[in-house]
């Protein structure tokens, strides 16, 4: 302790004490600039989330209106031939915005995302294998309006996720479009469909035939679904 009492060892301390704190400074500034580059990466990465975010809720929307459309279109059939019908909507598709690096977002959610264009594919493909010269259509009428209107729930329970994970503004309508209600209130006239159909076949004499009863309700559900445009 004395040497730091003379001369000599009054500069070495004041050296020591000079290096520390450059050390320190030194110190600080890089735990600074980490801390910076931090906040720019954690920035970056958000933005790039509320990108994806906001491309896929639009074209989500986008779906859900076609989808709609689909499920609340009315055919016109040929008078000539009621076999024959024209939808004024074509079926939706749902295409995920490209060039998506979809590991930027939750993997459960970037999973079903990337899941759904299948899956409306698949309705459309099962919807195109459907026999339409079977009465009552093969029922194709009520597996479109019910498979649409879940597909198009789905899209619109995505779009809330997908709002709510970061933070992106949710799609505005005007008050008398409500998609959620018009396809609920599709799915609740297929599934009593489904249900006078049961209760059709459970009334069918055990011995007797259920061809007419089962096709009857059908082709009577479609007259009731659908009134022919070109009827007196």
Known sequence: MQFFETTQGTMVLGSLIAIMGVLFGLGGAILVGLSRRLRLVRHRKSSMQRDIAMRTILALDDF???????????PEFNRNDPGQFAFHADSPLFVLPSNVDWSEIKQELAEELQWLPNRVQNVVDGLQSLDLSLPGNGDFFQHRQEDFSRLGLDALFLI??????????RPERPPYYS????FRKKIAETEAFWRRRR???SAVPQDGSNVT???GSAAAAVRDQFSDPLAE
């Open 64 to 74: 859900v209106g076609e989808a709609y459309m689909a499920v609340h279109d009315t």
């Open 160 to 169: 809330d996720r997908l709002s709510a994970a970061y933070g992106v503004k």
């Open 179 to 182: 998609p959620e209600a018009g």
């Open 199 to 201: 209760g059709s076949l």
């Open 213 to 215: 009863p089962l096709f």
